[in-house]
């Protein structure tokens, strides 16, 4: 037995040898590829189907978005509400989300309804109708979401942003307005729903405590129907960003905070400076602890917390910082904000704080390895980026070896104000 009054030995996180449970991978007879983790004491299981069907992908604004999200609003054989009723009965939750290149269809399940669920599922990807009398729902209530949206300064502000970073008509940078739900005809969301989920090229993620005929149950459901394999589509869209640096936009007169951005453009993950700045971004504004939080938080009291982070966009990324404050006092954290930014540049990070980055990144990757959840999100993360599991373990050699030196050369590179675009949103 364990001698109780001896402490167990501490370890900080950056010791520890963290490893990435293998992903499992088998073909249904149509060709499309099922990614599965197996693991967990619960039995319960997620099935997502991803579609290559996101806003990259459509000639009209708001289609896809709007195929996605009506998925389980009917099908040939049953209405949104006996759909709904389907799904409550046995305790499962089905969600969808749309964005640039991808769409999703989400299932959490009890193990022992998959026989009665995954055929439902099926169903709402094949055979959904898109009524005109529950597209007219769906328009009224998202046109008046987005006009109480619209009042709120973050909301605008992150809409802007994203246009000066990558232009009006690029897919990054495209927002909604009132109009564009009114132009959406029924015909429309049928042929996308038709060419991109009926037809359409599709990779399934499952992880849990999976049955031991998971196969058998994925392939006799999702195995008939006419998806198509293939490698992940790349689609080049032109990025054209604002040429003025500085904006200020009034949203509201009486408005008394303001919504901040600060951003620049940004590789994407397969750059060998990503993970590096990942570490730099952690220091600059990543986590609670790290300097921007304790200068304009803690010290300043703008805001009650900002963030920098980099968008988790797959053919570009962009470098963000966000945050509200007080509508007199945006002028003084966007000062302070590259203060930050000089002395990131101008002096080393002691190790100390470089220690203290290193234990929280590498606590943050453990805590993502807990449960297979997580685990199949992780792996959903490579696979869809086009990059392996070694770039695991080279963000983690990166996060333990990155020297002061490093991280100061890398603020010199990215981390100069004239590169950043300026927006403030009241």
């Known amino acids: 037995m364990p001698d109780r009054s001896v402490s167990p030995v501490i370890k900080d996180p950056v010791d520890l040898n963290l490893q990435l449970k293998p992903c499992d991978r088998f073909t249904l007879d149509n060709g499309v590829p099922v990614y599965s983790v197996n693991a967990g004491a619960q039995e319960v299981t997620m099935v997502e189907l991803v579609f290559f069907a996101g806003n990259s992908f459509e000639r009209k604004n708001i289609v896809a978005a709007t195929t996605n999200f009506m998925l389980k609003n009917g099908t040939t054989s049953k209405t949104a509400f006996e759909i709904n009723e ?8 089905l969600n969808r989300t749309c964005v640039n290149e991808t769409a999703t269809v989400s299932l959490h399940c ?5 026989r009665e669920i995954l055929p439902v599922v099926a169903e709402v990807i094949s055979e959904s109708v898109f009524r005109e009398e529950e597209l007219a729902i769906y328009k009224q209530n998202q046109k008046q979401r987005l006009e109480v949206n619209l009042k709120k300064c973050d909301f605008v502000a992150n809409r802007f942003i994203d246009e000066y970073l990558y232009g009006r008509n690029h897919p990054y940078g495209k927002y909604t307005s009132a109009a564009d739900f009114d132009a959406l005809h029924r015909d429309e969301i049928l042929e996308f729903f038709k060419t991109f989920y009926v037809n359409g090229q599709c990779l399934i993620f499952v992880a849990g405590k999976l049955p031991a005929d998971m196969q058998e149950q994925l392939n006799s459901v999702f195995g008939r129907l006419p998806l198509k394999s293939g490698p992940i589509p790349s689609i080049a869209h032109k990025i054209v960003p604002a040429k003025k640096k500085k904006h200020r936009v009034i949203n509201d007169e009486h408005g008394v905070q303001g919504a901040i951005r600060v951003a620049r453009d940004f590789p994407n993950r397969h ?18 602890g790290s300097r921007l939080m304790g200068n304009i938080r803690e010290d300043k009291g703008y805001t009650y917390g900002i963030h920098s982070y980099f968008q988790n966009h797959i053919q570009q990324s962009a470098w963000m910082v966000s945050t509200e404050a007080g509508r007199e006092v945006c002028e003084p954290t966007i000062k302070e904000i590259y203060n930050e930014m000089e002395d990131l540049r101008e002096e ?14 590498m606590g943050t990757i453990l805590a993502d390895l807990d449960g297979p959840f997580q685990m199949i999100a992780r792996w959903k993360n490579y696979i869809l980026n086009g990059i392996t599991e070694d770039y695991f373990y080279k963000s983690i050699e990166t996060i333990k070896t990155i020297t002061a030196e490093e991280l100061k050369s890398l603020a010199e590179k990215y981390l100069v ?6 927006l403030v949103v009241v």
């Open 86 to 93: 389907q799904f409550e009965y046995y305790g499962a939750y």
């Open 348 to 361: 080393l990070v002691d190790e100390e704080e470089l220690m203290l980055v290193r234990n929280y990144m």
């Open 417 to 422: 104000p004239d590169d950043f675009y300026e």
């Open 110 to 114: 009890l193990n022992k309804h998959l």
């Open 271 to 288: 750059h060998p400076d990503f993970v590096k700045c990942q570490v730099l971004n952690n220091i600059f504004g990543g986590f609670f």
